[in-house]
């Protein structure tokens, strides 16, 4: 497939999403476990282009740094995940993951280069809101299940988006574009 039929395939696949619920927090997990859990990130256009956004941006990184910011994003997400679970309130949950979205595709359209550090705490400030909202929608009394399955569909979708970050490594406006397609939707979310 070329960059040009890929571009299309993706923004068809984001258009199909955007007619399904654009928020993942829906209480639609009233009986939990690890299949809820790893459908959760997929049943949102919010989660699921910040997650793929994430690992897009990751391969515009130098050399080890492509899994910092995936990396990050999987373990404080997890921790935020924790503390949704307690029942403390935090305000701005949803506008944050929206600006997330918003900001990691404006990354990807400027190709915004960082160092490790930067990586971190950009990619650790999203994350916890992510996590925090995941939390808030565990099932009571799902135990780790739940959070497993969200775990690891967001290192699924972050792993898809370096994959397709690679591929479209010598197609530079293709990605742009589709950082562009992202911070718009993003937008989109925010202003919704």
Request: net charge positive; proline share 3%.
């Amino acid at each position: 497939m070329n960059a040009r039929n890929l571009c299309r395939t993706l923004i068809g696949a984001v258009a199909a999403l955007a007619a399904a619920t654009a928020w993942a927090h829906g209480g639609m997990h009233a009986h939990g476990g690890f299949a809820a859990g790893f459908a959760h990130p997929f049943t949102g256009l919010d989660h699921l282009l910040a997650m793929f956004a994430v690992g897009l941006w990751a391969t515009q990184q130098r050399g080890w740094r492509v899994w910092v910011a995936p990396a990050t994003f999987v373990a404080v997400m997890a921790a935020g995940a924790v503390a949704g679970t307690t029942g403390l309130a935090m305000a701005g949950v949803e506008p944050a993951i929206a600006l997330s979205v918003l900001l990691f595709g404006a990354f990807i359209a400027v190709r915004l280069v960082l160092p490790a550090a930067a990586l971190v705490v950009l990619s650790a400030a999203f994350a916890w809101f992510h996590g925090f909202a995941h939390g808030m929608e565990m099932p009571a009394g799902t135990g780790t299940g739940f959070m497993a399955g969200f775990v690891l569909a967001t290192a699924a979708l972050h792993a898809s988006g370096v994959a397709v970050g690679a591929l479209l490594r010598g197609h530079a406006r293709v990605l742009r574009g589709l950082g562009v397609v992202t911070a718009l939707t993003g937008a989109g979310l925010l202003l919704g």
